[in-house]
């Protein structure tokens, strides 16, 4: 996640949000972790949002990540 910020303030953009979810560390009990660098306006209509979702397959199941990439606002 910490990659993924480094990034994303080198493309000059105003904000990140990523969340990932499941079973992280090959823990038992599945659980949410989330970072957010910057603004995020997720509520703002005219805010240029770019998102995207993956599922990564491990050995101990599947990982959801999603990417919030806040660029500009109108």
Do not use: H, N
């Not at 992280?24 to 770019?50: C, F, H, M, N, S």
């Amino acid at each position: 996640m910490k990659k993924a910020i480094e990034l994303t303030e080198q493309a000059d953009t105003k904000g990140i949000q990523i969340q990932i979810a499941g079973r992280i560390d090959g823990k038992e009990i599945a659980r949410v972790e989330w970072i957010r660098e910057g603004r995020v306006p997720l509520q703002t209509i005219g805010a240029k949002i770019e998102y995207c979702s993956y599922r990564v397959r491990t050995i101990y199941g599947v990982l959801g990540i999603k990417i919030w990439i806040f660029i500009d606002e109108e």
